[in-house]
């Protein structure tokens, strides 16, 4: 039985938003809907125009016989703003201080409600990229890399502190913290990566940058390519810096143990407005 | 202006879909789209029936000044079983023999084509149980934890082997690895689970059940209380099980590194058909 316009548009939007940035053809809608494709390609116009008009992503078609239909998620600079700003609020809070100027921000860090929304924010900074693997080592960040790559569509990449016998061959360095200066170690499964991958290195919290230093000697290992890097929270003030080219939600500009304060700013980030052509080439040439 | 009705059902779709299990009042959309309280009923009454009759989930509507609307997802046993058969055929490759015989999984508990539809499946299997948080013990299991509880909208618990100064004061507890029968140490900071929560336990793996043992103490620890226990993968001709209740979506009934042999089957896991009445008491009171 022919499916009614509404009942498709809404099971349409179901269905590209459970199966971000896959191809999807349009031979699969006619038939799931036992509806002429020329009725569902403007159910699709209809999905788009109201995908971007409200700023949260877009659909890309791919003409031809192996052609179809792409969500590509997206975040407008309005909802991100006000999910930063809450975040920011959260993190200021100062029962969150620990010995040593530390911040509790595991109950942010495993909540859905933030994670999504970051994990979102995230892949739409790095909508034009080809991504292949988000990188990240555990334990705390792996909630938020997941949902980034989960908007991406690409596989998730777990550095660890152990190493596991569940895991196969494994590759090890060795790498500096940059606060503490200590040597630590750092393991990833050999099958993780294929060579030449382009990787988005994501993590909760960056200080002098020491571990995402790691991270990319680790993909260096790999001959993997470092395609961008996205930290959620920033210390401020820090001396000497590791990192130079990366992406931040929040800084922390101000931890002050003694009095009691935390001051918190809206990192670097910077949301442009959504274009079509911001998506990589090597999407729309599928 | 006033929205369209064909605009209003893919944004209210997607915004729905993005906020599962929250509460959004008839008033919130009313004010989105210009639109009247009745043409919003009338559009959710559609967005209901569609995915009732595609088995995706429901919206609970509760009357009332405070009243509003509730997007619960669920997955279809057709899709259910389908994702199982896919992760079981992938599972039974013999590249992913490794010494002792154990199996490479990390690619699959890695990969968000899987990961997010099992946390569907986890979600929907619980539905109708009050749970408060997602619990699981680092790391190869976080990203399906973290999709169960993204799909359930509470946060994710994650108890490590290792303890780290940012999470400020700990509980730490030792259990018997069921298997190997060694002393082992899991930490979970303090703040992280109210007393009397309704904790939903997630795993990857289990073999005897010691890891699950352990996360069962640390829980009496916290004064809460053990509402499910779910795992991917399941060894099967354990001698001793520690666990008797629990969920699996996939054994393991043979494998064998010599012939290089692995036999998987469909785990324990049961999909009732979706009834609107499965969703816990508590949810319609709200």
Known sequence: ????????????????????????????????????????????????????????????????????????PYMNSIEADALIEELCRQLANPERLLPGGYLYMTDLLSN?????????????????????????????????????????????????KDSRVTEGPTVSINYVSGSSKRIQTMTLAKRSIPEGANVLIVDDFMKAGGTIQGMISMLEEFQANVIGIGVLVEADHIEERLIEDYVSFIRLSEVNTRDKVIEVVKGNYALPEFKEEMVSEEEIKL
């Not at 179901?14 to 053809?25: A, E, F, G, K, W």
Request: hydrophobic letters at 45%; a positive charge; charged letters at 15%.
């Open 1 to 72: 039985m022919k499916t009614r316009r509404s009942t498709r548009l809404v099971d349409m939007t179901y269905y590209l938003l459970q199966h971000p940035r896959r191809l999807v053809s349009l031979t699969f809608f006619a038939e799931r809907y036992q509806s002429a494709k020329s009725s569902i390609s403007e159910d699709l116009v209809i999905i788009k125009q109201t995908f971007e008009q409200q700023g949260v992503g877009t659909l890309q078609t791919i003409p031809g016989a192996a052609g179809g239909v792409k969500y590509i």
């Open 112 to 160: 859905p409600r933030y994670i999504n929304g970051a994990g979102r924010l995230f892949a739409s900074l790095f909508a034009g990229q080809q991504v292949d693997a988000v990188m990240t080592v555990a334990t705390k960040g792996i909630p938020l890399a997941y949902a980034v790559a989960n908007y991406l569509d690409v596989p998730v990449v777990i550095a660890r």
